[in-house]
C-alpha cells in the first residue's frame, strides 16, 4: 500500500509491528523495570535529511523497508485505513534488524 | 484569498482544517493517550527560513499550499475574516501529505 | 517623531498598537485559551542584526515602518512622551502584516 | 574621574543614573507590572570582546559614553569613592540612547 | 553467533557480562555509595558514527569484540535467543579494557 | 613564593585578597542585597586557555599579577603553606583592576 | 604496575592518593563549607582526545604520570588488585601539580 505522507526534515514515518514480542530476525523485546521498552517496524516513508550547524543537509542512514527498533514514547501517531502509523525523528532509531 | 501576512525566520501560517479526523488523502488523526494529537491544515504563507549556525539562511521544505500535519500545541493563533490561522515554525510540521 | 534610541544586537523597538484588536490590515488578534495572545504593533528603531557563532553578523528582517505582530510577553516596556513602546529581540516577532 | 578597572571579555562597566525616571533623551522607564523594570545609566569601561564558537574576537557595540538601558537585574555591583557602578555582559544592555 | 542488529549513528550493541564481578583482565567494578556503578561487557555491533555539527561523520573509537566498560543505566535492553544485549551511545562506554 | 600548580585549559588560580572590603585602586566591594558579592584577588598561574568549537586554542585575557575581580562562588579552594588559594574559570572573572 | 585500561574521548584514568591531605608538592586540600572538595591522585590513562564540533580531534593536556587535582564527586570508581581508581573526563581536572 502506498502511503502518501513525506516527513519533514530528519522525520520518518515508522509502521509498528503488531501485538508479538519478537522481531523477524528473532529479536525479543523485553520490558525492563527501569528502562524504556524497545519496539519494532518497518520504516514506510524518510525525510531528506536534518540540516547541520554549517547549513548543509545530513543524509538519512535508515531507508523505506527498513526494520527498525525504537523507544516507546518516540514519535506522534497517526492513522491510514486503520492502519497505526508513528512519524518520529531517525534519532529516536536505535537501529535496523 | 490572499492573507497579507509575511512569517519571519523559519515561520509559516498554517490555514487549519476543519472539524474533520480524516486529511483529504485519507489520513485520520487519531486522539492518543500519552501522545500530542496531530493536526492538518494547509500552508498559506512561508518565511525565507532561518539562518544556521555560519550565518547562512536554510531554505523551507514546505512551501504555499501544502497539506501539512503538525502537533496540537504548535503555533499562535490569529483570525482574518473570521477564519483561523497558526503562525508556528516550520520545525512543529511533521509531514507533507 | 523622532525616537532617539538605538536598539543593541538583533532588538527592535516596537510601539503596540493602541487598543484595538485588527490590525491595518484586517487580522484579528484573539486570546485563545492555551495559548500566548499575538499582539499588533509597528517596528520604530532595529539593531544592527546579532552575530553568528561564526562571528558574521546576521542582517535583520524587519525594517522601520513595518506593521509586526508579536506575543504578549515580549519585550521591555519604555515610555517616551507618554508614549509606550517595547525593546524586544527580533525572534520574539512572529510575522510582518 | 578615571576608573581603573578593565572588564573581561564581552562586559562593561555602567554607571547607574540616579534616581530619576526619565533619561537624558526623555524617555521614561517605567516599572511594568510582568515585566523587568528597565534602568539607565552611562558605559564607563568596555571589554575587549567575546570569542565567537570559531576562535575569533565579536567586537563591542557599545564604547565608552554611550548612555544605554538595561534590565533590573544585570550585573555585580561595586563602588569606586562613594559611586556605585555594575559590571555586565553586553547582551544585558538594552539599547543606546 | 552472529547478532542481525545495525545500531544507527554513533550507537553500539553491548553483550553485558554474566553476575561476575571482576572483568577479563582483573578489573573490579565495585558498587560505590555516591557514584554509578560501572559494569563490564563485550562490544558486538556498532554504528557508523554521528554526524558533527559541520556535516561530517566521526568515526568510532570501540570496534567489535572490544571489551568494554561502561555506566550502569547506560542503554536500551533487547534479548536475542535468551542473550540479553544493550544498545547504547559510545559516549556512554567509559573505557576499553 | 612559587606555586608550583598548572591550571587546565581556561583556568586560573587566584589568591584572595585579605578582609580587607576595598581593592588596591580604591574599590569597594558591597554585599548587595539581591546580587552576588564580588571578591578581590591576584592571578597567581593561568592555564594554556579554552578549546573553541572548530578545534583551535583561544588565548587568556589574564595574566599571573593581575589584580582581578570576581564573584564570591566562584571556583575550589585549596591551600599551599597556609594560603588560601582558587582555582577558577576565566569566566568568573569579571574584571581586571 | 600496568593498567590494561584505555579510557574513550577526552576520559583519562585517575589513582587517587591515599588518605593524606597534603599533594607531593606540598598543596592542601581543604573541605570547604560552600564548595566542592579538591582530591588529589595521579593520571595512568589517558584517551585519544575528544572531537571539536568541526570533527576534529582535540589533544589531551595531561599525560600518564602527571599529578592532578580534581573535584570529589569526579569520575566512575574501579579496582584493579584492591587498587582503587577514578574514570574521568579531562573537563573534571582543575590543575597539574
Redesign the interface.
Known amino acids: 500500500m502506498s502511503l502518501?505522507?513525506?516527513?519533514?526534515?530528519d522525520?520518518v514515518?515508522v509502521q509498528p509491528k503488531k501485538a508479538e514480542e519478537k522481531t523477524n530476525?528473532?529479536?525479543?523485546?523485553?520490558s525492563?523495570a527501569?528502562?524504556?521498552r524497545?519496539i519494532s517496524g518497518v520504516v514506510v516513508?524518510v525525510g531528506?535529511g536534518k540540516?547541520?550547524?554549517?547549513?548543509?543537509?545530513?543524509s538519512m542512514?535508515?531507508k523505506v523497508g527498513d526494520n527498525v527498533?525504537y523507544?516507546e514514547?518516540a514519535?506522534?501517531?497517526?492513522?491510514?485505513?486503520?492502519e497505526k502509523y508513528l512519524?518520529m525523528r531517525?534519532?529516536d532509531?536505535?537501529?535496523?534488524?
Open positions: 502518501n505522507l513525506k516527513p519533514l526534515g522525520r514515518v530476525s528473532g529479536i525479543f523485546l523485553p525492563t527501569n528502562k524504556e524497545p516513508a531528506t540540516v547541520a550547524d554549517n547549513g548543509t543537509k545530513v542512514e535508515v527498533i523507544t514514547y514519535g506522534t501517531e497517526i492513522k491510514v485505513s486503520d512519524i531517525e534519532s532509531i536505535l537501529a535496523i534488524n
